[in-house]
């Protein structure tokens, strides 16, 4: 199974935040060059790349929510749960079920994500070649590398 599943689950809460500093830097940057008539192509560029970086994540989070939206109910409410950072003993607790089943159906979830992100083109190689490079996405990805 792909990395970049669980990646994904772990990233999804914290890329909104990242967007909106992008979005505040960005703000930032084009006022004070502005005001103090800094070199134009150093903070054009600077804005560019604070750009690109993201429309990368916002894409990265559109990919998860449609991967996450293709799952049968019980294991999408299984995958929401954990992007809210329940832990697996709570989610077996409110469902009545052992904690094995729990990572068992988990399990499935990420296995029906990835079939979903393969079958359009969104496979490991694509996915490292993409996202990798993103600091926040690259260092939960050797986390969750480091962690299996």
């Known amino acids: 199974m792909s990395i970049w599943t669980r990646v994904m689950i772990a990233a999804y809460k914290g890329i909104p935040t990242i967007v909106g500093s992008l979005d505040s830097t960005v703000e930032k940057t084009a006022m004070g060059a502005f005001y103090y008539a800094c070199d134009g192509t150093t903070v054009y560029d600077n804005i560019i790349d604070m750009t690109d970086r ?6 990265f989070l559109a990919l998860t929510g449609q991967a996450v939206n293709v799952l049968p109910d019980d294991l999408k409410a299984l995958i929401k749960a954990r992007i809210e950072g329940i832990k697996f003993d709570k989610i077996a607790k409110k469902l009545g079920c052992s904690m094995r089943t729990v990572f068992r159906y ?5 296995n029906s994500m990835q079939k979903y992100l393969d079958l359009n083109g969104y496979n490991e190689e694509w996915m490292d070649k993409n996202s990798r490079r993103d600091s926040f996405l690259g260092r939960i990805r050797d986390r969750v590398e480091f962690l299996e």
């Open 54 to 59: 993201k429309v990368r994540l916002l894409n």
């Open 106 to 110: 988990y399990e499935i979830a990420l």
